[in-house]
């Protein structure tokens, strides 16, 4: 099991910065790829930033340019680096983490884990 906690949210303004963060603990080395979601109350969540284990980063095409996914201690910590913040950025944040750990017998087993969620708020 992955247990992940979110820190680093409150209050931004507009063309301000905000760093999160997201510490994982449990079966780390079983992670495959970390992600970055956002959800607005009412409204689907949705994919922001992922990093693989490999160091592979994707992001949604609204945070290109501003967000900055990264991985660090043996992927133990995720952090996503938010500047030139927009209004329409805030929302709540939760970190992903996804992989496949192993049974006794040796039989694969996909998970995803989820953390808590952060409150990022951009005022104008």
């Known amino acids: 099991q992955v247990q992940l906690v979110e820190s680093g949210g409150g209050l931004g303004h507009l063309g301000g910065s905000l760093r999160l963060s997201c510490a994982a603990s449990g079966s780390i080395s079983a992670i495959n790829t970390m992600t970055w979601y956002r959800q607005v109350p009412g409204q689907e969540r949705e994919s922001v930033a992922s990093i693989t284990r490999g160091g592979t980063t994707e992001y949604a095409e609204f945070v290109k340019g501003r967000f900055t996914i990264s991985r660090v201690n043996a992927g133990s910590t995720v952090y996503l680096q938010m500047n030139n913040l927009k209004p329409e950025d805030t929302a709540v944040y939760y970190c992903?983490?996804?992989?496949?750990?192993?049974?006794?017998?040796?039989?694969?087993?996909?998970?995803?884990?989820w953390g808590q969620g952060t409150q990022v708020t951009v005022s104008s």
């Open positions: 992903s983490a996804e992989g496949i750990h192993y049974t006794e017998l040796g039989v694969p087993i996909a998970f995803r884990s």
